[in-house]
Every structure is written in structure tokens, then in C-alpha cells.
């Protein structure tokens, strides 16, 4: 036996798993728990979960498979309805009818099922091999910042003080900062050329936003901005458009000119659908620009040579960025727009030296733009090191909320799994048979396998998303999930921020996260724009410590009603009473053995 390190080893070992793929399927497929891992390369990972969920997929079929009021096997039809009668309905290929009883407890496998997600931050990148730059030596192109004040329609910068409060008002806006463009009431008074407005209307958008109607004026004027406003309000077009604006303005790309513009995205999918609005304006000939996004979990050739292809705008994740600009396959020099998309969340996912490792790359004078759901003090403290005299807009309270459209349910399920696990299957079936598309999170990546894997066997199309599968996969899943050919797609926080599919009515947290903000992150993945959405989160006793004090100001705000347990625990918690102890007042609620609200 012999050991081969570095490429060349990873290169032997990817032929070896190429020639031994057959065998290891057969492995998987005779029923023993184990796993095969290429601890080098995620890419090469094998589950036996996954695998199984991926051969047993159904192709068609309701939710179960067998005919409630005659007792008949269904052969086809998405229609199967489980509401009413027994439980024991869900009728599998080996003949013997399975009941509740039967349905998997997801949690039982102890340790095994509780690997936790871990986050991409990429704090051990070595900034020290990254030379500061002498700007007074460089020979640099003029920038303009500045398309709107001198533009400014007079109607639009003469209108009533009154008015333009009122305007604010209306739309919960709070704006900081000196001499701050009003806001637009239409894109024609942006004084955008008709080429942007034409490709807007394309889009189906016939009125801004209120993140939009205040934050496309701000951008536009050139100024180190901050904009908040809750998921799904339209941030990314915010950026995007004055992006492209500025884009085009600037002087022609030369060889060995690295992108006007940089998006700095924290997860490979909020980076792809960032770029896919770009896409959007390249549409047209003149407003099409040349885009690239880089990601890790993807091959880095077609990467790079799309970095050498010149692109005027990069879409990254922080740390393959750094990659790339550690072997020169790009440069920062001529970057003067800079936006920073879901900031808190690039911070807590411990991007911050990464985040400043790339500011000191890009031009001095550049304008930075930060955007985002929520904006808590520690990340105030770091939009005053990254931005110079920002002006902010923030839509809705500057406390933290969630969206007012979604309807927040909870269900106590207390400690035992199986109560929690009854409860899921019950309300994923009343969706399912309602024809709703729905999204489930988790906390740990073989959970949304297992939970993926159980569903697919009881006739539910479903597929999970992690950051242990490679980009391809997670393509592939996330496209099947968009067009319907899945309706439960299960995910750790990867698809926590920034995923835009507008008819996902229900978001479940089979797992409730970790802090307030994921949560609201998470519920405003449905009731995007002004749709309505549904939420359900499964609160256990040990839920209730780390959530309850934070949780029930952010009902409040959303004028939702706070379940009684989590007020009768928080005043029992405060007045130095008993935690816990809930068990005994569960009863009624769908699935029974739990109270909901």
C-alpha cells in the first residue's frame, strides 16, 4: 500500500470512487447503516439515506397511494386525501398497510442524526498573504458615482415636506442620514433612460417597493448607503438596477481589469439568484452586462474561466473570492461599486476578516452599499467601519419583525420525539393534499436526509438541501423544487436567506433555530411581496429557555397571537418559578398529545 497526498492523490482517489460507484450502490442497497466518505472531497460523498431517497422518489402518485373511501391501491393521480377516517391509509409496495405507528421516529438515532450544520464562514484564511495596495501608484480610471441629483425631476425634489412625511409614514420608513433624496412614487421619476424602465416592466413590476421608491434614489446618488426592510421586499433589485447603472457608465473594461462591480453574497444560493437578476438586464443590448459568480462547493476551472472572461459585475461568496484573488485570477483595482447582501448574516457565519481582507483590495473611493433583513447592534457597529457617511433607510421598526402576512403557529410537543414526529406527518399530509408547496427546516444535515428519505417512502416528492451536498445536486434539488416536481423540499439554513420562490405557502421548523433572527429568516421564505404565507414551528421543552424571551416581542409586533405556554413559561421564568413542566396541560391540537396556536 502506498499514500498520495495533494492533487494527485485526490485525483486517484476520485478515479477509484468513479470505478467502484456500482459496488458501493450495492453496498448501500443491502440494508446496512454505514456510510462511505471521501473526507477531501464533499463532492464524493456517498449516504445511504440519500441514495434511497433518490431511488425511491415516486414519479407521480398521492400522498400515500391507497383510495380512502374504498380502500383501493391508487395507480396514479396527485389527489390521495387523508383528512377524515382512520390513520392507517398509507398502503407501501411491500403490501402490509403502515400506520402512524409505524411512521419513523426521525430523532431515534441518537448522535448519529445529530451532526450540526456547520456554518461556511471562512475564518482561517491566511489574510497576511495579501499585500496591502499602494493606490497612489496605481493608475486608475475616473469613476462617476453620481446619476441622480442633478437629474433629480423638480417635482420630484420640490415636493411637500408634508407630503413626502406622510409618504414615510404610510410605509413604516425611517430614514437616517443628511440630505437624503426623497423618495419616488414610480420608476419614470428614477430618470432612469427608457432601455432600464422597459426592461422593468418586462419583469412584471409596475411599482417600486418602499425599500425600492427610497433606496434607487439613495444608491443612484453615489453615497455609502444601508438599506433593512423584511425578506422578500424587492432588496435585490434595489442594488441591482443602480448597479448596472453605474456599471455602464464607467469607462470600457481593459485586459487584466478586474469587475466594476462586486456583490458580496453569504451562501452559493442567494449568489446564484442574485445573478439570475442580472441576467434580467442582459437581456437587452443596451443594458447588458457582463456577469460572472463564483462559489465554493463548485469546480473552480469554469469558474476562473469566467473571471478571465472580464465580467463588469462578480457575484462571490467571501471565501472563494479570497481564493481567486489569492492566485491573481482577478483583481479588485477597478471594483468602485461594493454591495454587501444579508451582511449580518456573512458576520455571523465568522466572514468578518474575510470581509475586511477584501475591502482593503477594492478602490478607496468606492461606494458601499449594505443590505439586509434585520440589522442588530453588533452589525451597526461594523456598517460604521465599512462605510463612509451612510445614509440608511429602514422599512418597518427598527426592532427586529417578521412579516405581518405570515400566519405563526407553534405546537408544544414537550420532550418526547415521537410527539413531535406525529404532529409533522399530520400537517405534511393536510398540505401536501391541499396541493401546497412547502419547506421544512432542520438543524442538522443527515436530519433533512432522514426526514427527505421517510417522506419519499410514504409517496410525499421530497428532496433536501444541506452544505454537505455538492452544487449540483443542490442545483438539481432547488430547480426540481421551483417547478413543482417536489413539493417538500427540506433544508438546513443554507435557504434560510434570500431564496425568492413565490409559492411556497408553508414554512415548517421541524427544528426551531437557534436565535430569533434565524427564525424570521426562515418564516419569510413564504408570503413573498405581498402574498400570504403560513408558518408552523414544533416547540420542545428545551426550546423554550432559548427562545421564549425573544420570540414573543417579535409575535407581538407582528400582531399574531403569543401561544399561552410560551407566556405562562416566560412569566414562570421571570418570577423565579418552575421551567418546564408543561406536559401535563397538552391535549386536543391535529395529531393530538399536543396543543396548538
Known amino acids: 500500500m502506498f499514500q498520495t497526498r495533494g492533487a494527485l492523490g485526490r485525483l486517484c482517489r476520485h478515479t477509484l470512487a468513479q470505478q467502484n460507484t456500482n459496488a458501493i450502490k450495492r453496498l448501500f442497497a443491502s440494508g446496512n447503516n454505514f456510510s462511505f466518505d471521501f473526507l477531501d472531497d464533499d463532492e464524493l460523498d456517498w449516504e445511504e439515506s440519500n441514495q434511497r431517497g433518490r431511488q425511491n422518489r415516486p414519479q407521480g402518485g398521492g400522498f400515500g397511494g391507497t383510495d380512502r373511501g374504498s380502500g383501493r391501491g391508487r395507480s396514479g ?66 469613476v462617476v458615482k453620481d446619476f441622480y441629483r442633478d437629474r433629480e425631476l423638480p417635482e420630484v425634489r420640490n415636493r411637500d415636506p408634508a407630503r413626502v412625511a406622510e409618504c414615510r409614514k404610510e410605509m413604516h420608513m ?126 473552480r476551472g469554469p469558474q476562473m474561466d469566467r473571471l478571465g472572461r472580464r465580467p463588469q459585475i462578480v457575484i462571490a461568496t467571501p471565501g472563494r473570492l479570497l481564493d481567486f484573488l489569492s492566485c491573481h485570477a482577478t483583481n479588485l483595482k477597478r471594483c468602485t461599486y461594493l454591495v454587501l447582501d444579508e451582511a449580518d448574516r456573512m458576520l455571523d457565519m465568522g466572514f468578518q476578516k474575510d470581509l475586511e481582507t477584501i475591502m482593503k483590495q477594492c478602490r478607496p473611493e468606492r461606494q458601499t452599499l449594505m443590505f439586509s433583513a434585520t440589522w442588530p447592534k453588533e452589525i451597526r457597529d461594523i456598517a460604521r467601519k465599512f462605510t463612509k457617511d451612510a445614509i440608511r433607510v429602514q422599512i418597518g421598526s427598527t426592532e427586529l419583525s417578521a412579516n405581518n402576512n405570515i400566519t405563526q403557529t407553534f405546537v408544544h410537543v414537550g420532550s418526547d420525539p415521537r410527539t413531535k414526529d406525529r404532529s409533522f406527518f399530520n400537517d405534511i399530509k393536510v398540505y401536501f393534499n391541499d396541493q401546497k408547496k412547502i419547506l421544512v427546516f432542520v438543524n442538522q444535515k443527515r436530519m433533512a436526509d432522514s426526514i427527505a428519505y421517510h417522506l419519499n417512502k410514504y409517496n410525499v416528492p421530497c428532496s433536501s438541501i444541506h452544505g454537505d451536498k455538492s452544487q449540483g445536486a443542490r442545483d438539481q434539488e432547488m430547480n426540481n423544487f421551483k417547478r413543482g416536481r417536489t413539493r417538500v423540499l427540506v433544508a438546513t439554513d443554507v435557504c434560510a436567506r434570500g431564496i425568492d420562490i413565490r409559492d411556497i405557502s408553508v414554512v415548517i421548523n421541524y427544528d426551531m433555530p437557534t436565535n430569533v433572527e434565524s427564525y424570521v429568516h426562515r418564516i419569510g421564505r413564504t408570503a413573498r411581496g405581498e402574498d400570504l404565507g403560513e408558518s408552523i414551528g414544533y416547540v420542545t421543552n428545551e426550546d423554550m429557555d432559548r427562545i421564549t424571551k425573544d420570540l414573543i416581542p417579535v409575535l407581538e409586533r407582528a400582531n399574531q397571537e403569543v401561544p399561552q405556554f410560551l407566556r405562562d413559561h416566560w412569566g414562570s421564568h421571570s418570577s423565579g418559578g418552575s421551567r418546564g413542566g408543561f406536559g401535563g396541560r397538552m391535549g386536543g391540537g391535529r395529531g393530538g398529545g399536543n396543543r396548538r396556536y
Open 174 to 299: 425611517t430614514v437616517t442620514g443628511d440630505n437624503i433624496p426623497n423618495p419616488i412614487e414610480n420608476f419614470a421619476e428614477t430618470t432612469l433612460d427608457a432601455e432600464y424602465l422597459n426592461v422593468i416592466e418586462k419583469m412584471g413590476i409596475t411599482t417600486p417597493s418602499p425599500i425600492q421608491q427610497q433606496g434607487v434614489p439613495m444608491a443612484l446618488s453615489g453615497r455609502d448607503m444601508v438599506g433593512v426592510s423584511k425578506t422578500g421586499s424587492g432588496k435585490t433589485l434595489a442594488f441591482i438596477l443602480p448597479a448596472i447603472v453605474h456599471i455602464n457608465a464607467q469607462p470600457p473594461m481593459r485586459n487584466g481589469d478586474g469587475p466594476i462591480c462586486l456583490v458580496l453574497a453569504p451562501t452559493r444560493e442567494l449568489a446564484v439568484q442574485i445573478e439570475q437578476q442580472v441576467k434580467l438586464f442582459s437581456e437587452d443590448s443596451e443594458t447588458r452586462v457582463q456577469s460572472a459568480v463564483v462559489y465554493g462547493g463548485a469546480s
Open 77 to 142: 393521480g396527485r389527489d390521495g386525501d387523508f383528512r377524515g377516517g382512520s390513520s392507517r391509509d398509507v398502503n407501501m409496495s411491500g403490501g402490509r398497510e403502515r400506520s402512524f405507528d409505524d411512521f419513523p421516529n426521525f430523532s431515534s438515532k441518537g448522535g448519529d442524526m445529530r451532526m450540526q450544520d456547520q456554518g461556511q464562514g471562512q475564518g482561517g484564511f491566511d489574510a497576511s498573504s495579501f499585500r496591502d495596495v499602494d493606490w497612489d501608484k496605481e493608475q486608475l480610471e475616473t
